[in-house]
C-alpha cells in the first residue's frame, strides 16, 4: 500500500520517468541553448500589415480544457439556399520560426509535442506555442486562413486559401460546448459575452454534421475509442477519468478534416508537392471480417471501407456499451497511418479510415512539424515563389515524421502506463475483465474494463486475439518502466 508521502510524489515520480522515456526514445526533451537564445531575441507576436484583417469576425477556439496551445479558430456564415461559407484560421506559426532556424531544427528533430501524464514536452517553446504563435483570447495574431463553401446539403463548391490578421473572440472548451449542443447543459459564459456567436456556433454545428455526413455516405468510419487520463489532486493521483466523444468534438473534427482536404487540393492545383496522411489497405483486414462474423454480420473478402462503416452503425445500434471495445480492436487492426510525399501528377493514396482522397496535415503547426512544413508549402505557392523543401528534404522528412509520431506515441503509452502502474500496484492478485487489445509475436497486450489501462499477458494468451474477451488477474506492477502484468484467469 502506497503511504501518503509516495502518493504525493506522484507526478514529480511521472515527470522523471517521461524525461527518461523522452530520451530513450531519441527525443530531445529541453531545449538547446542556440534555441534558447533565439528564443529570447523575439519580443512579440508577428505582424503584417500587408495581410487581411479579418479580426471583425466571431472568430472561437474550441479545444481542451486545459489547452493553452491553440492553433485554429473557426467562424461560419450564412448563404442564401441554405449554403455556408467556413473559414478555419491556423496559426501562422512560421512567421516567427524560421526555416532553417535553431527552434526550426530542434522542431524538426521532435516532430510533435509529446503529452505525458507526467509533463508536457512542446515542439516548440512555451513562450511561442501558448503565446506568441498561439492564437489566444482576445490577441491579434497571423494566420493561414482556408475558406470552404459548402450547399445545403453539405457538398463542397468552393474554396479559397489566403493569409490574414484574426483575433479571437472567445476561448471555448469541447466539454462545455459540447454539452450545451447536445441540450445537456447550459451555454457557457464565454459565448454570451459575444453578441452573435451562439447562433454562429449552431451554423458551424450544422455543417460540421453536414461535412460529417457525405464522409460518412463515403465510407468514414465510426470509432468510439475509450481514452483515459490520469485526474490529480495536488501531486496525487486521484483517478482515472474517460474522455467522451460529443458534438463540439465533432465540430472541430469535421472541419480540419475538410481544411486539410482543400489545403492538399491548393498544392495539388500550383503543381506543388505535398506531405500527405495516408492509411493505406487495413494490414488485418481477415481478421476485422472475423470479428464482424463473430457480431453475426458478413464483410466482404476484399476490404470495404463503406461495407465496415456499415457494420461498424450496426454495432453501435446493438450494444452501445462495448461498441468503444469493439471500436479499439478495428483501430489496432487498421494500422497506423503514415506520412508519404505526392508529387505533381502522382497519386499517393487516400486515407482508409476517414475515406478522403486528398488528406495533408495543416491545422496544428504549433504541435505537428508536418503542418509546419505544409504551411511553408502553402506560403510559398501563394507568393508565387518556388517550393520551401526539395523532393529528396521531403522524402526524409515524410519518413522521419512517421518514425517520430510512432515513438511519441510510445512514450505516451508507457508514461501512460507507468501511471496506471501507480494506481494498480496495491491492487497485486486482484481479478478483471478485459479485452486483448494487440497480438503478435512480441507478445497479447488486454486493456482492463473497469480500469481502462492497458497490460501484458504474461500467461495464457496462447490462442488468443485481437477482439476476444477474457478474465485476467494482477500479477505484477513496475512503475519505473510501465509494466503491468496480467495472467488468464480460468478457460
Known amino acids: ?32 541553448p542556440r534555441a534558447v537564445a533565439e528564443l529570447n531575441a523575439i519580443s512579440g507576436p508577428a505582424v503584417d500589415a500587408a495581410t487581411r484583417d479579418l479580426r471583425g469576425r466571431l472568430w472561437c477556439s474550441i479545444d ?31 512567421a516567427l520560426v524560421k526555416q532553417g532556424s535553431a527552434l526550426d531544427d530542434q522542431a524538426r528533430q521532435n516532430t510533435t509535442s509529446v503529452y505525458t501524464a507526467g509533463q508536457i514536452f512542446p515542439m516548440l517553446p512555451s513562450k511561442l506555442s501558448t503565446d506568441l504563435t498561439s492564437l489566444n483570447d482576445q490577441s491579434d495574431r497571423l494566420a493561414v486562413v482556408v475558406e470552404i463553401v459548402i450547399d445545403a446539403g453539405g457538398a463542397l463548391t468552393g474554396s479559397s486559401l489566403y493569409r490574414a490578421t484574426v483575433r479571437n473572440q ?106 500527405r496522411r495516408v492509411l493505406r489497405t487495413p494490414k488485418r ?29 450496426a454495432a453501435k445500434a446493438a450494444d452501445p456499451e462495448r461498441f468503444p471495445d469493439l471500436s479499439l480492436s478495428v483501430i489496432k487492426l487498421l494500422g497506423a497511418g503514415e506520412y508519404v510525399v505526392e508529387r505533381p501528377g502522382q497519386d499517393a493514396g487516400g486515407h482508409f479510415g476517414l475515406a478522403v482522397d486528398d488528406y495533408a496535415h495543416s491545422t496544428a503547426p504549433n504541435r505537428r512539424f508536418p503542418d ?52 494498480l500496484q496495491s491492487k497485486i492478485g486482484q481479478q478483471f475483465d478485459a479485452i486483448v487489445t494487440g497480438a503478435s509475436d512480441k507478445g497479447t497486450w488486454v486493456r482492463l474494463t473497469q480500469l481502462p489501462v492497458e497490460g501484458k499477458l504474461v500467461s495464457g494468451a496462447q490462442g488468443l486475439d485481437v477482439g476476444q474477451r477474457l478474465r485476467v488477474q494482477l500479477v505484477h506492477t513496475d512503475v519505473e518502466r510501465g509494466y503491468i502484468d496480467l495472467s488468464k484467469v480460468g478457460r
Open 64 to 94: 481542451n480544457d486545459d489547452s493553452r496551445d491553440l492553433d485554429q479558430l473557426t467562424v461560419a456564415e450564412a448563404l442564401p439556399g441554405g449554403a455556408a461559407r467556413l473559414l478555419v484560421a491556423v496559426a501562422e506559426v512560421d
Open 372 to 423: 509546419v512544413i505544409t504551411q511553408r508549402l502553402l506560403k510559398a505557392a501563394l507568393a508565387g515563389a518556388a517550393p520551401s523543401y526539395s523532393d529528396d528534404d521531403l522524402d526524409q522528412m515524410a519518413q522521419h515524421c512517421t518514425n517520430q509520431e510512432d515513438e511519441a506515441r510510445k512514450v505516451e503509452r508507457q508514461v501512460a502506463k507507468s501511471a496506471a502502474a501507480l494506481m
Open 1 to 32: 500500500m502506497a503511504t501518503n508521502d509516495e502518493r504525493g510524489q506522484h507526478r514529480t515520480t511521472l515527470a522523471r520517468i517521461a524525461h527518461r522515456v523522452m530520451l530513450e526514445h531519441g527525443f530531445r526533451p529541453d531545449f538547446a
Open 285 to 313: 483486414w481477415d481478421r476485422i471480417v472475423a470479428l464482424a462474423a463473430e457480431h453475426h454480420q458478413e464483410l466482404p473478402a476484399e476490404p470495404d471501407s463503406k461495407a465496415l462503416e456499415a457494420f461498424l452503425v
Open 170 to 275: 472567445a476561448k471555448l472548451a469541447y466539454n462545455s460546448v459540447g454539452a450545451w449542443l447536445e441540450g445537456r447543459g447550459p451555454m457557457p459564459a464565454e459565448i454570451g459575452k459575444v453578441d452573435g456567436l451562439a447562433d454562429n456556433l449552431r451554423l458551424q454545428d450544422q455543417a460540421a454534421q453536414k461535412l460529417k455526413a457525405i464522409r460518412h455516405t463515403h465510407g468514414a468510419l465510426s470509432l468510439e475509442t475509450i481514452e483515459a487520463h490520469p485526474v490529480f489532486d495536488h501531486d496525487a493521483i486521484e483517478r482515472f477519468d474517460v474522455e467522451q466523444p460529443n458534438r463540439a468534438k465533432y465540430l472541430i473534427e469535421d472541419f480540419m478534416i475538410a481544411a486539410n482536404g482543400v489545403t492538399a487540393r491548393y498544392l495539388a492545383s500550383k503543381s506543388f508537392p505535398s506531405l
